[in-house]
């Protein structure tokens, strides 16, 4: 069994250079747009430019990736997601971009967020809700992991 999230994904004709691949800059968005519908549907957004939850203030504090084929032209894919590690105040995502059917890793990489308190925007704890959500996504076993790097 895979851990973490597997968010459908469908790539589109302004997604690609003009070799016909998807632009490397759009790997980031696709991750962005995938870890956004998540926690979204959990109730984790914005509405009306406004967080619904304390949890939603978080800034990118790194990001790193590695392609390793490319997605060619438009149709589906897969955007694999999950927590490696869930601190106090931050949260490290590990990804692979695939193919529709699982079998290419198309990319991969790690995204660091920090929750931020939204009136000094300074590192804040995570709340005992956001850490209950984000549970399905820390199910990474030992062995995946080693397999997956």
């Given at each position: 069994m895979m851990s973490g999230h597997v968010e459908p994904f469908t790539v589109h004709f302004d997604d690609l250079d003009p070799m016909g691949i998807v632009h490397n800059s759009r790997y980031a968005v696709f991750l962005e747009r995938a870890l956004s519908q998540w926690w979204g549907e959990r109730g984790v957004s914005f509405a009306g430019g406004r967080p619904s939850s304390p949890d939603a203030m978080h800034a990118v504090a790194e990001y790193s990736i590695s392609y390793r084929t490319p997605v060619r032209?438009?149709?589906?894919?897969?955007?694999?997601?999950?927590?490696?590690t869930l601190g106090e105040s931050s949260a490290v995502y590990r990804f692979r971009i695939l193919s529709a059917d699982g079998a290419t890793v198309h990319a991969?990489?790690?995204r660091v967020n920090v929750k931020l308190d939204p009136g000094t925007l300074r590192p804040a704890p995570w709340t005992e809700d956001a850490r209950r959500t984000a549970e399905p996504l820390l199910a990474v076993r030992t062995e995946e992991?080693?397999?997956?790097?």
């Amino acid at each position: 069994m895979m851990s973490g999230h597997v968010e459908p994904f469908t790539v589109h004709f302004d997604d690609l250079d003009p070799m016909g691949i998807v632009h490397n800059s759009r790997y980031a968005v696709f991750l962005e747009r995938a870890l956004s519908q998540w926690w979204g549907e959990r109730g984790v957004s914005f509405a009306g430019g406004r967080p619904s939850s304390p949890d939603a203030m978080h800034a990118v504090a790194e990001y790193s990736i590695s392609y390793r084929t490319p997605v060619r032209g438009t149709g589906d894919i897969g955007v694999h997601f999950w927590i490696e590690t869930l601190g106090e105040s931050s949260a490290v995502y590990r990804f692979r971009i695939l193919s529709a059917d699982g079998a290419t890793v198309h990319a991969e990489g790690r995204r660091v967020n920090v929750k931020l308190d939204p009136g000094t925007l300074r590192p804040a704890p995570w709340t005992e809700d956001a850490r209950r959500t984000a549970e399905p996504l820390l199910a990474v076993r030992t062995e995946e992991v080693a397999q997956q790097r």
